[in-house]
């Protein structure tokens, strides 16, 4: 099995500043990773697959980058509706698609 | 537009079974692979098994393997998840999901059907 490990619990930033996200894979997932945004009380929201393709929808200040085992979701310019918890996911291991545990993001 | 609709969940003692179901709108389940997806409350998400596109192969995370059971309904575009032997540490919101294979991910979550098992 493909361990995700997403390596900040939380992580607080400021409205407007960057946000950087990572995640890491414990063996080469290629470029086979997505990220998601779940906000409370609903369901997670594809943001990013393939790494760095944002999904339909998605702002142009999400953006994804990395391959092999490590990656980043980047926030460009932070907003108060960015505050939720972030998950990573490979789905190179058919049928084993691991989440990372993911991070939650707080807007000081 | 594509929509997923669970149903099915409750509060359940342990032991006991209970059947989830997704219904699909949309899209045809026989294009697509199917998930279910699970977070115990305040956690994180856990897949729980898949369904390919032809239906022909299931597969199970090893913590449900033996007591969950993936199927679908092409009459009804339905997907279920039949849960058996039910234990306190299955208490969770189930989704299922949408794989699009031309992207990658899961591209559409239902809202999730919450499960509690407890006496």
């Known amino acids: 099995e493909i361990v995700v490990t997403q390596s900040a619990a939380t992580l607080s930033v400021s409205p407007g500043e960057r946000a950087t996200l990572s995640c890491r894979a414990s063996?080469?997932?290629?470029?086979?990773l997505a990220w998601y945004q779940q906000k409370p009380g609903q369901a997670p929201r594809l943001l990013i697959y393939?790494?760095?393709t944002r999904a339909t929808g998605v702002a142009a200040r999400f953006s994804g980058s990395g391959s092999g085992t490590e990656f980043i979701l980047t926030i460009s310019s932070l907003e108060s509706e960015d505050s939720a918890v972030y998950y990573c996911?490979?789905?190179?291991?058919?049928?084993?698609?691991?989440f990372g545990q993911g991070t939650k993001l707080e807007i000081k | 537009q594509v929509q997923l609709v669970e149903s099915g969940g409750g509060v359940v003692q342990p032991g006991r079974s209970l059947t989830l179901s997704c219904a699909a709108s949309?899209?045809?389940?026989?294009?697509?692979?199917m998930h279910w997806v699970r977070q115990a409350p305040g956690k994180g998400l856990e897949w729980v098994a898949v369904?390919?596109?032809?239906?022909?192969?299931?597969y199970y995370a090893d913590s449900v393997r033996g007591r969950f059971t993936i199927s679908r309904d092409t009459s009804k575009n339905t997907l279920f998840g039949q849960m058996n032997s039910l234990r306190p540490d299955d208490t969770a919101v189930y989704y299922c999901?949408?794989?699009?294979?031309?992207?990658?991910?899961?591209?559409?979550w239902g809202k999730g059907t919450l499960v509690t098992v407890s006496s």
């Open positions: 063996q080469s997932v290629n470029g086979n």
């Open positions: 949309g899209f045809r389940l026989t294009s697509y692979l």
């Open positions: 369904i390919s596109s032809d239906g022909r192969n299931k």
């Open positions: 393939g790494a760095s």
């Open positions: 996911q490979q789905y190179n291991n058919w049928p084993m698609y691991t």
């Open positions: 999901a949408r794989d699009n294979p031309q992207s990658g991910g899961f591209d559409y």
